[in-house]
């Protein structure tokens, strides 16, 4: 009886524990603009975390966006896409970041050091946290072109 009970919750917790490893999510491509007051913001970090309130669970998805304000999403694990629902948008200043506190060479965002006036931040702080952004964004399938807009 005892070697039964052994092998079956031996048998459970592998099932388990692999099941957790090889979870897969509905993914799509996602790209996108960011705006400020009608102008692209360049240099900007561009988050997409999947809503828990929302009944939605996965990973994170990441973009930079680039001269025209333009991203594309993948995941940490280098997965195009975000997964499918609503997510909270965060968006990171990364030329303020980097102006206010270097970042090291080594870092996966690829930093543009450029010279650009003045200090702005471009971003306000509630859009730059995941239980204060009012930012949300909706990965549909086939595939979503979202556009982000900020005041």
Same mark, same amino acid.
């Given at each position: 009886?005892?070697?039964?009970?052994?092998?079956?919750?031996?048998?459970?917790?592998?099932?388990?524990?692999?099941?957790?490893?090889?979870?897969?999510?509905?993914?799509?491509?996602? =790209?996108?603009?960011? %705006?400020?007051?009608?102008?692209?913001?360049?240099?900007?970090?561009? =988050?997409?975390?999947?809503?828990?309130?929302?009944?939605?669970?996965?990973?994170?998805?990441?973009?930079?966006?680039?001269?025209?304000?333009?991203?594309?999403?993948?995941?940490?694990?280098?997965?195009?896409?975000?997964?499918?629902?609503?997510?909270?948008?965060?968006?990171?200043?990364?030329?303020?970041?980097?102006?206010?506190?270097?970042?090291?060479?080594?870092?996966?965002?690829? %930093?543009?050091?450029?010279?650009?006036?003045?200090?702005?931040?471009?971003?306000?702080?509630?859009?730059? =946290?995941?239980?204060?952004?009012? %930012?949300?964004q909706e990965a549909k399938k086939p595939s979503s072109t979202v556009t982000i807009e900020i005041k």
């Open positions: 009886m005892f070697r039964r009970l052994a092998l079956l919750t031996v048998g459970v917790v592998t099932t388990a524990f692999t099941a957790c490893q090889g979870q897969q999510f509905p993914m799509v491509p996602v =790209e996108g603009v960011v %705006l400020k007051d009608g102008k692209p913001l360049d240099n900007v970090k561009v =988050e997409f975390h999947p809503d828990r309130e929302a009944g939605v669970v996965g990973p994170r998805s990441i973009g930079l966006t680039d001269a025209s304000g333009r991203f594309r999403l993948q995941t940490d694990a280098g997965d195009d896409g975000a997964v499918v629902g609503t997510h909270r948008v965060i968006l990171v200043d990364v030329d303020y970041l980097e102006r206010t506190a270097p970042i090291p060479a080594d870092h996966p965002i690829k %930093l543009k050091h450029k010279d650009k006036g003045p200090l702005v931040k471009r971003v306000k702080d509630d859009c730059s =946290e995941y239980y204060r952004t009012p %930012l949300r």
